[in-house]
């Protein structure tokens, strides 16, 4: 079982920058995929950042040059930096884990956080 914990939701004008951190503790797989999701109300959730162990990322279309995904294994702490804020980003975001990477489409993430919301103005 992982425990996740997130941290750094706000809220912020459009144009700002927020970094969102997710602490990671109990049975952590040394291989493993850390990610971030987000719901906006009446949608479904989304795949905005992953990260692998190893350091690979993936990204939706819808935030790639703006977000940034990184990670400190030895901390098993996940974040992301959100720059160039825009309305339509304000959403819950979580944070997930998954024991093995199979794609933004197939991996299994088994272990969520307790979300933290984002709110960004116009």
């Known amino acids: 079982q992982v425990q996740l914990v997130e941290s750094g939701g706000g809220l912020v004008q459009a144009g700002g920058s927020l970094r969102l951190s997710c602490a990671a503790s109990g049975s952590i797989f040394s291989l493993n995929a850390m990610g971030w999701f987000r719901q906006a109300p009446g949608k479904h959730r989304e795949l905005v950042a992953a990260i692998t162990s190893g350091g690979s990322t993936n990204y939706a279309d819808s935030v790639k040059g703006r977000f940034t995904i990184s990670r400190d294994n030895a901390k098993n702490t996940v974040y992301l930096q959100m720059n160039s804020l825009k309305p339509e980003d304000t959403a819950v975001y979580y944070c997930?884990?998954?024991?093995?990477?199979?794609?933004?489409?197939?991996?299994?993430?088994?272990?969520w956080g307790q979300g933290t919301q984002v709110t960004v103005s116009s």
């Open positions: 997930a884990y998954a024991t093995v990477w199979a794609g933004p489409r197939l991996t299994d993430f088994g272990s």
